[in-house]
């Protein structure tokens, strides 16, 4: 049963709802993407640079450190390099974002 939300739903109940957060973030362009990566092996920072193509090294820092503040991902520091891997909430979410594009590839329509 879904929970009960007061009427009307105001922006305040909106921005308080716990899914929000997490949905902004999995909807922003390369959060699937560096979970789907740190989900096979840890990344150092230059490898999921050249990994990525198209991410600027500003956003990429900018979506690790969301992540990481999110308890998506971990950053252990060695004297090489940051070193980057999935949390156990991290692959908690994973699949049910892989879930999430299975159904938008069972329903994609394709608009003329």
């Given amino acids: 049963m879904s929970p009960v939300l007061p009427l009307p739903v ?6 308080n709802c716990a899914a929000t957060g997490i949905l902004r973030l ?5 959060t699937v993407v560096l979970l789907a990566l740190l989900a096979e092996q840890p990344y150092g920072f230059n490898e999921l640079d050249r990994t990525i193509h ?4 500003r956003i ?7 992540l990481e503040q999110e308890n998506l991902i ?3 520091r060695t004297p090489q390099r940051a070193e980057y891997t ?7 979410l994973l699949p ?7 159904w938008a590839a069972d329903h994609h329509t394709r608009r003329p």
Avoid: F
């Fill in 74 to 76: 971990s950053r252990v």
């Fill in 60 to 66: 990429l820092t900018r979506t690790l450190r969301h």
């Fill in 54 to 57: 198209g991410v600027s090294r």
């Fill in 86 to 92: 999935l949390t156990d909430a991290g692959r908690t």
């Fill in 26 to 30: 999995v909807g922003q362009k390369w």
């Fill in 96 to 102: 049910l974002i892989i879930a999430l594009g299975e």
């Fill in 10 to 15: 105001t922006e305040s109940d909106h921005d």
